[in-house]
Every structure is written in C-alpha cells, then in structure tokens.
C-alpha cells in the first residue's frame, strides 16, 4: 500500500537512476547537487511519481501519509536554509514544479516564489533591500497562482498586466515602479476573488498543498494529454513534483535567468548556446514576454557567472556522456543551476553530436550511436518545414509518408499527369487511393488522401516512392464532381496550392517555406559505423530498377520484396495487368499473360542488372482485387452518364461493370490473394517464373553473372501450397531448360497458420520472409486499410493501444508469432533463411525487436534504409552491450 512506502526524497537522497521514481528534472537536479556541489544547486525535495499515479487512481485524493512526509521534508529544506517558508521578517520561498520521466518541455505546470503573503513580502522587500523586487516576485507569485493553481484565464491576468503598463505608459513589465506592482497585485487578488469566490491564500502551507496538486492535475491536462499521444509517452507514468528553494533572477542588473545547451541545439556545432534575460525569472526566457538575449552576451553582461557557466555546462556533458539542455540562474552574481536533461534535438544536431563527440573522445563509436534518434534521421532524407516556422494547420489526418510538399491541388491521377507535363507542380487529393493512382502519384509533389491509415498500399507505395503523403485527414469532404473539398467550411478548388508534412500528418495553407534534405559527412560517417557494428542485414522493398538504384544508393544490401503486382503501376502497360485480372476465359488470360510475360522479363533483366552481386527477392502476383478492378462507383456513375448521353460505349461499360461486379469480394484482403490466385489459375505464375527465368539467362548471357535469384510465394498458410508451388517452379524451369540456375524458394509468412505450422513449411521453403502488415491485419483482425482513423485514436486515447501496430511490431501477440515461426522454422531447417518486409522493417523499435527474435535481415523502402541501418546498429549494440 502507497502510504506505507516512501513518498518524498531529498534532493541528496536522490541520483540520475531513480529517474522513473523521481521524474527526469528530479533525479537531473539530485544527480547534479552530487557532482556540483549544494552550493550550486537550491536545495529541495521531491514528491514522487507514484504519488501523482495514486492521486489519479484515487480520483484526483492525496495518498494517505503525503502531508506528513512533504511538512517533515520541508522541514529539512527550512533547517538547510535557516529560514521558514512565508516568515514574516525572512522568509524561504520555494518553486513547485513538475518532472515527468521523459522530458515534456512547456507542457506541465509550475509555481513559482511560493511562499509570500501580504506580510513576508514585506519582509522580503526589508531584508533584501529590494521592496521593488519583492513586490515584483510577489504579483509573479499571484499571477501564476491563480492561473496554475485556480484557473483564472491567462488572457484576463495579461488585461490586468496590459492596463497597468498604458496607465504608467511603458512598455514592460520590468519598467512597472513599486507602487504600480502593489497596485498590480491587489488588482490580481480581486481577480482571483472574483474569479474563485476566496481570498488569496495566506497560508504558506496552504499554498504548497495547492500548488502540488496543480502539478498532479497538469498531467491530466489537455495539452500534456495530446503531447504524450504525439510522442507515445504512456498516461500510467504520471509526473513528479519538485520543490526547490528559490533562486532569484530578478534581483537587479547583477541578476539573470537563462537556458543554456551545451552545444548548439539546432545545429549541433560545439559552441554552447542559449538565451538568458537580466533581471528576470526562468518563465520570461521562455514565454516570450521579453526577447531574450544570445548566452554568448553573458561573457560581456556578467563575465565570471558565462565562465563558471561554460565550464559546468562541459562537466555536464562529460558526466552525461549526452548533450544537455540546462536551466539557470544568476542572483546578484552567483550562479545556480536548476535543471539539466539530455537535450532534444533535431537529426541534423543528434548526428554532428555523436561524430564530434567520438572525435573528442568523450565516446565510444557504440555508445555515440546510441545517442542518435533513429526515428528522425527520416528529416536528413526528404524536404522539411523549415524548423521554427509558424503556421496555422487548415487539418491534420495520419502521417503516412514523411516529407513536406507544396503544390496546387488536383482532384485525379490524369489531371496530376497533365499538370507535371505543364510543368505544374502539385498535390493529388482523392478520398482514398487505388491502383489507377499511382500514375498520378509520381507526376505529384505529395499526396492527401480522406481516408485510409498508414498502412494502406496508398501509403506504402508513397513511401516506397519517397512522396510525402498524409493519409486518412478525416475532416475533409471531397466531392470528386464538383472537384471540390471542403473542411471546417472552408472550400478548396483545384488550383488552391496547399502544403503538406507528411511527417506530422498537417495541411496548411500557409507557403510554409521548405528545407531540402542534406546528406552530411557527419551522416556518412554514422552509416558507416552502423554499417561495421550491425549484425541484421537491411534490404530495400524495390519493385523498379528505378527504386533498386535509389536503395543501393541508400546502402541496401539487397531486394528483399519487389512486389510484382506493383511493377506496372502508374506505367502505360497497367490496363494489361487490369485485362489480365477481368479476363473472363482461359484465352483472354492467355493474351494479356503472354503480353505480361515478356513486358516482365525486360522489366526483371533491368532489375538484375542495377542488383547485380546482391540478392533479389521477386514476390509472384498478390493483388488483393478491390486494388486492381476498376472502381465500382466511378464506373456506375460513367455508365449513367452513357445512359443520359445516348454513347456508344454503353454496352461495353456496362459489361466492365457486370464483369466488377462479379470480382468484387466482400472481404478482398482475404480473398483472391497471393498463393490462392495461383491455385485457381496456375497459369498467371507460371508466366512469371518464367519471366523470371528467361530474365536470369538474358543476364548470365549478357553479363557473365547470374543473379541471386528469390521467389516468393505470398499469402501462403498451408504446407501443400508450398508443394504445389515448388512442383510448378521445377515444371517451369525444367520447360526453360534452366535446371542449372540457381533458384531459392521461399515463402511470406504473414498468416497466423504459416505460423503455427512454420516447421511443415519450412520443410518445403528455402527461407520466410514475414509480412508483418498482413500478419498483423490477420492475427488482431484489424484492417490495415482501415484501422487509420477513428477506431485507433480512441484505442491510443484510452492507452489499450500505446503505438499503432502497423508502425511499431505488436511484440507480445504479432511478435510472439514471428518468434515462433523463426523457432519452429528452424528447427525443422536449421539453416533457413529469415527476413521480414513488412513496413516494420523500417521502424527502429520493431527493428530492436527482430535482432533478438534471430532474423537475419530487414527490408524497408529505399528511403527508410539509412534509418534500418543505423537502428539494427542500435539493435546490436543493446543486445551486446560494450559493442
Ligand atoms: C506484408 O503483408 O507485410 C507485405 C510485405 O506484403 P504486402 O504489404 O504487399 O501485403
Ligand atoms: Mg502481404
């Protein structure tokens, strides 16, 4: 039971590896009071974050015994600093602030000179000497009281600010003279009055006991709520709150208050950097009241405190081993430190840190590498907003595929190909994609869809293509007739230019101004470590040559899904590929496979010539059909519309629409897939294997060199489908007269059978590779086309969900599956192979969890491989700690 157990720790009670129980800035400040010194650091005590976990579990109640441990810590803190909280002649004033585990910059509440009432300010302003400072903290103190602790809106205490400053006809609040702060502040406590119904408290005690509990209750807040769904920090782990005997920044010309990094936060060149405002507490550098000044004007403003200042900030970051963030102040000279944490920074920043930081050997190359977020390395690889920008978001929908883009908007894949003939740049807004789009897809900048998740083809196609794409913006309404959108009542027309960032899932329309991706020296030299330290081998998902240039470009060490309905997407061949799916009898099959066949084998020789020396994995046909046949609504509207128009092309429209309506399936993901198409017509793969094969000669004849040839077979969950397979590729290759070329058979494992039986496949199959989209689709039966929108939101909100499992490996279900697969795989075939090319393939934590789970590769698109490279870095260095 909480009461029993110890609830609140001294600042020297504490160390940087209680951060789960002390929060981040708790366990930062006790570790630092350890290595600095108290002297530099105000001593204090934190209240822990089981405490705040209990608070919510109890419905918003303090766990019993709190009030007895905080009045016995604040106790010691008082006998530490000889003076009482709120004394009358000399009184100990505290700031309360919050420290979750994980860093949650401006999101959490803080209080600060805690501690004054009408009489201690008075005897604040006798002891100090200073009535204009002691006044000037005293209405801070009511000011973020009663907004923090009570509510009262923030835009009435600025009125009550903004009328004093005209009545006394300056600008800020540092110029407001003694007898305006007194009037200030009285006019702030009739605001509370009537804003609450109370008078200001007077009781220090009192006062701490609120301003706790407003700690506690910003966890809950709505801001900190989106921030942690937006950064996956879970709900469970509440915050800590940390008292701390205040420091003042705002004692004069002497005196100051600053954030300072230990280097550059945006860049991550050596110099530190950082603001700082004189005479001022921490709250005005960081709400922007005042604009403050560059650090690098402390050395001249107050030259021993930047000294003492830079050397700390150096000790820091030796002490770290990591690039830290700080908070301090200056009072009448003497500089104190408040906070440290490892900085957040963008990827260009995390990359040059972890290069300079190997050279100044302040580490290791494994333990550099581990400092990098491989997750945002995808901002070295495409466009971006240019980093600070504002901008007012018109809708936001699923981050499908990252990189920012501008363009005016068009409504249909032709007009996008029209447009990028005339030299137009532009966006394609459709209310969900289909194959028919993908034309349209490559003219365009980027790609906005209505509706459809993260893991639909639309999305996983834009990433392979590297277009930046924001999938699933559920407010807008998109009436392909009118060519027209509207959200929020707001109506888009084509032309309308609109920005994306597929990165965040935001459309604006605001000319966001873009920052084109660079590729650094720092950045090859992490790639090249990652390269030297990974055991996982990182393939690319390529279906073109076009895309196997890019992802040998990117480093990939082979193709590990080129899916071979993909191929003729966007390309002029596409109708074929339709004919040959609507084909009604063994002769039209027959016609529009035999065009198929031979526009293959060019394609696969083209394939086999930019992979040369490395692996290629061709997957035979997996077209799930509602992918593939004309659309079902769309032609029943142009049918109509023959109808009304006397056209001549009735007969055969209506006979398309039959023909659709015939194929289209209830469940298409579950349909006539993969493997289950070849069962039925053994004719469309043994087409492509012979593509396949005819390709593999043409090279060896041409190039000396055979490929590294795969097949796959996709969507497979029984053993007999593997046999039947096998006996067709022999059949075929036996027809070509290429018993001699080389050939592994494998199989996707992305059913939950294939699982379960993976011993009996393996006995047949030269290697798996996991599909882990449809492995996840099918073992927690949600559509990944789907899943995108309202249904995973409510799931994150209400922490069933902590990531979406199409992006993050779901590892105690989905993972348990591969994990078994590869065991049992392996058991009954030591020496299988074992890859995975599912998006997962490209997401560091899945990536983490398939180095333990014994693969020996991933695959992701081209654009994800510096990240999959770097990531199984990170994997292998975890699994082996010391590198
Ligand atoms: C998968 O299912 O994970 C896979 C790679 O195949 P596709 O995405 O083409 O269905
Ligand atoms: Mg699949």
Redesign the pocket.
């Known amino acids: 039971m909480i009461s029993k157990s110890k609830l609140v720790y001294d600042f020297s009670e504490g160390s940087r590896e209680m951060r789960d129980l002390l929060g981040g800035k708790g366990a930062n400040v006790a570790e630092m009071t350890r290595i600095l010194g108290p002297e530099r650091v105000p001593a204090g005590f934190t209240i822990t974050t089981e405490v705040c976990v209990a608070y919510m579990e109890a419905d918003r109640q303090e766990p019993e015994g709190l009030e007895e441990q905080v009045s016995e810590a604040l106790g010691r803190l008082e006998a530490h600093a000889g003076r009482e909280l709120g004394h009358a002649r000399d009184p100990l004033l505290v700031s309360v602030r919050s420290g979750a585990r994980e860093s949650m910059p401006g999101m959490l509440d803080t209080v600060l000179n805690l501690g004054l009432n009408h009489e201690s300010v008075e005897g604040l302003a006798k002891i100090t000497k200073n009535e204009r400072f002691a006044w000037d903290s005293f209405r801070r103190f009511v000011q973020m009281f009663a907004n923090v602790c009570r509510g009262v809106s923030g835009e009435s205490i600025e009125a009550a600010i903004e009328r004093h400053k005209a009545e006394a006809g300056v600008e800020l609040d540092t110029e407001l003279d003694v007898d305006r702060l007194r009037a200030l502040t009285g006019d702030l406590e009739a605001l509370y009055r009537q804003k609450t119904g109370e008078d200001f408290p007077q009781d220090p005690y009192e006062q701490l006991r609120h301003a706790i509990r407003a700690v506690f209750d910003s966890w809950l807040g709505e801001r900190a709520v989106a921030y942690r769904r937006m950064n996956r920090i879970p709900d469970r782990w509440g915050t800590a709150a940390n008292v701390q005997q205040m420091v003042f920044g705002n004692k004069g010309d002497s005196s100051c208050s600053g954030v300072a990094f230990s280097r550059d936060e945006v860049t991550g060149e050596p110099e530190p950097s950082g603001d700082f405002l004189v005479n001022a507490q921490g709250e005005d550098v960081v709400s922007g009241v005042r604009t403050p000044r560059d650090i690098s004007e402390l050395r001249g403003a107050m030259p021993s405190a930047h000294q003492e200042l830079m050397d700390i900030l150096r000790a820091l970051e030796g002490h770290y081993r990591d690039m830290q963030d700080t908070e301090f102040t200056v009072e009448e000279g003497s500089l104190f430190m408040l906070q440290t944490r490892s900085a957040q920074r963008p990827a260009q920043a995390g990359v040059r840190f972890a290069v300079d930081a190997v050279n100044e050997g302040l580490l290791e190359k494994h333990e550099a590498l581990l400092t990098i977020d491989a997750d945002r390395l995808d901002a070295l690889l495409h466009d971006t907003f240019v980093p600070g920008t504002e901008f007012t978001i018109l809708t936001e929908g699923v981050a499908a595929s990252p990189g920012a883009a501008r363009g005016q908007i068009v409504f249909t894949a032709d007009d996008a190909v029209t447009a990028a003939g005339e030299g137009r740049q532009v966006v394609l807004v459709r209310p969900f994609t289909e194959a028919e789009d993908v034309k349209g897809f490559k003219a365009a900048q980027g790609i906005v869809t209505s509706r459809g998740g993260k893991a639909s083809?639309a999305a996983?196609v834009a990433r392979g293509m590297g277009k930046p794409c924001v999938a699933g913006a559920g407010a807008l309404e998109i009436d392909l007739n009118a060519k027209v959108a509207r959200v929020d009542g707001q109506e888009l027309h084509e032309g309308d230019v609109i920005t994306l960032d597929g990165s965040t899932g935001t459309i604006t329309l605001d000319e966001v101004p873009l920052e084109e991706p660079q590729m650094t020296p720092e950045f090859e030299t992490v790639l090249k470590w990652s390269d030297e330290m990974r055991t996982l081998g990182v393939r690319a998902n390529a279906d073109t040559a076009e895309d196997a240039t890019k992802a040998r470009e990117f480093g990939a060490e082979g193709i590990g899904?080129c899916?071979s309905e993909h191929i003729f997407l966007g390309t002029k061949h596409q109708s074929t590929m339709q004919a040959m799916i609507m084909a009604e009898t063994d002769e039209e099959r027959g016609a529009a496979l035999q065009e198929l066949g031979s526009l293959q084998k060019e394609h696969f020789k083209a394939l086999f010539g930019v992979m040369q020396g490395q692996p290629v994995t061709i997957r035979l046909l997996?077209p799930p059909l509602h992918e593939f046949i004309p659309n079902a609504e769309e032609l029943a509207q142009q049918v109509q519309r023959a109808r009304s128009e006397g056209n001549n092309d009735l007969a055969e429209l209506e006979h398309t629409l039959d023909r659709v309506h015939e194929l289209t399936e209830t469940n298409p993901m579950l349909g006539t897939r993969g493997v289950r198409l070849a069962v039925l017509h053994p004719d469309v793969y043994e087409m492509q294997v012979s593509a396949i094969v005819r390709a593999a000669l043409e090279v060896i004849e041409e190039l000396g060199e055979a490929p590294m040839l795969e097949v796959m077979i996709?969507l497979v969950a029984y053993e007999q489908e593997v046999e039947l397979m096998r006996e067709l590729v022999d059949r075929v290759v036996d027809r070509e007269g290429a018993s001699d070329l080389e050939l592994s058979l494998g199989t996707?494992i992305?059913l939950p059978r294939a699982c379960f039986v993976a011993d009996l496949i393996a006995q047949r199959a030269d290697f798996f590779s996991f599909?882990?989209?449809?492995?996840t689709q099918t073992a927690l039966g949600f559509s990944r086309d789907d899943v995108g929108g309202e249904m995973l939101a409510r799931y994150l909100d209400q922490d069933i969900l902590e990531r979406s499992p199409f992006e993050t490996i779901d590892k105690p279900g989905v993972g348990w599956l591969v994990r078994l697969a590869a065991w049992v795989g392996r058991e009954a075939k030591p020496e299988l192979k074992l890859g995975i090319?599912?998006e997962h393939g490209g997401d560091p934590e899945s990536i983490a969890f398939f180095q333990l789970a014994g693969l020996d590769y991933v695959s992701c698109s081209p654009y994800r491989v510096p990240i999959a490279r770097v990531a199984a870095a990170q994997a292998a260095v975890a699994e082996t700690p010391g590198g």
């Open positions: 083809h996983l899904l899916r997996d996709p996707m992305e599909g882990t989209n449809d492995l090319c599912g």
